[in-house]
């Protein structure tokens, strides 16, 4: 999860009269420009503090330094001897602080001209973080619509396909604010397929989603009715071509727009390989993009283990399946937890009884949904332990979403804070009896 040191693994930086900026095979020259340093997410102090020194040791400069952050989150560092501008906003739910930073961002952006560099660090956490509702919507408009996409089962993707067109800074209207200076967006993924457009709602790229997108998600997953009246008819607006949309590729805006993923969950599997690797079990990255409800990915992983367990399968114990991505919850009751705890607490009820295995879920930034835990663990018989402990509700529990509650009382949950960093939530099933 030390995402400073995939960021040096993925970047190279040179620096002589001017400063170049290469990413894999490709290079942005920022050059003598004016460097504005902007880092927004939930790893955004980390992020900002290994670039203000990369910068200092080159002999750089910076003009300004904007940290927008979650508010358990570290601080960052001074930059080259300055105070940095911190702010610390509201997540998961968007609040006035958000606006607050949002707005700060617009305006330093349109203040750029041609001589001016915003180099902005991005992770996840950004699309609640850095938000102000496009006009005529308000703050608690966005704020109801965010809480019912949370609760209804939505993926990353589907979300912020919505988050974006509600927003003036999202879906690349910041790098539009900021032309015609240079815009540099380094990103760290917390989504599935580290799509730029997805992470943090892509504030400096194009975006390829509309309104009408927009519009059958809120249908497909019958939200209508639980989001404010003013938000379905602006996004109606926005489909008639009332409203206009979100920058599109090639938008002549975007021209001078440059975005790298520099830290992916992929780094974070792989690290966790090479660990897994030298206790003597086979890794395996099952994948790095998993989506879907956690109840359902659990009964998915659970067949996979029976099916190991067996004999059935290529994948021979003892063995660590090791899986990222961002699964979802649909909400059916009022309970306490996340979607990591959701999927130990379901994987305990497929896995009940079953020998040689054992699991964990957690979510790299510290913070599993409305819980105080990143995560938890289980094994073959936590649920014959929880039914022990709760009889009967246990059922019910699970079916309202409390598996915090459930989970801790075992106390088989994974209690961090907030960590920094935001990777995605892993999970890790080991299938194999010791010897």
Known sequence: MDIPRYMERA???????????????????????????????????????????????????????????SKDAPAPDGCMGSDVELIRAGHPLPDHKSVEAAERILDLARGLGEADALVLLLSGGGSALMEEAY???????????????????????????????????????????????????????????????????????????????????????????????????????????????????????????HAFVVARPYDMLSSLANYFKSLGFEPIILTTSALGESREVA???????????????????????????????????????????????????????VDCVSFVAMDTDGIDGNSPAAGAWGDGETWMRLLKEFRGEAFRMLAENNTYVLLNRLKQTIITGPTGSNLNSVIIVIIGCSE
């Not at 910068?55 to 750089?60: I, M, P, S």
């Not at 939505?154 to 900021?178: D, F």
């Not at 009408?212 to 003013?230: F, I, Q, T």
């Open 135 to 257: 006009p005529p919507l308000r703050l608690e408009d966005v704020i109801k619509t965010h809480k019912a996409l949370l609760e209804s089962g939505m993926n990353i993707y589907e979300m912020n396909t919505i988050r974006k067109h509600l927003s003036r800074v999202k879906g690349g209207r910041l790098a539009v604010a900021a032309y015609p200076a240079l815009t540099v967006t380094l990103a760290a993924s917390d989504v599935p397929g580290d799509d730029l457009s997805v992470i943090a709602s892509g504030p400096t790229v194009p975006d390829p989603t509309t309104f009408k997108d927009a519009l059958n998600l809120v249908d497909l997953y019958g939200v209508r009715e639980k989001v404010p009246k003013s938000v379905i008819e602006f996004l109606k607006e926005g489909a008639e071509g009332r409203v206009p949309e979100t920058p599109k590729p090639g938008d002549p805006h975007l021209a001078r727009s």
């Open 11 to 69: 970047i190279n930086m040179e620096f002589d009269a001017d400063v170049f900026l290469r990413v894999g095979g490709q290079e942005v020259v920022i050059g003598k420009r004016r460097i504005h340093l902007v880092a927004v997410g939930k790893a955004s102090s980390r992020m900002f503090n290994w670039m203000c020194n990369k910068l200092e040791e080159g002999g750089a400069s910076v003009e300004t330094s904007i940290v927008v952050t």
């Open 299 to 353: 009964g998915f992983l659970s067949s996979i283990v029976m099916d190991a367990l067996r004999g059935l399968s290529d994948i021979k114990p003892p063995v660590a399946l090791l899986i990222g991505g961002e699964t979802s919850v649909r909400v059916r009751g009022t309970g306490w937890g996340g979607r990591n705890t959701e999927i130990v607490a379901w994987l305990a009820r497929y896995l009940d009884g």
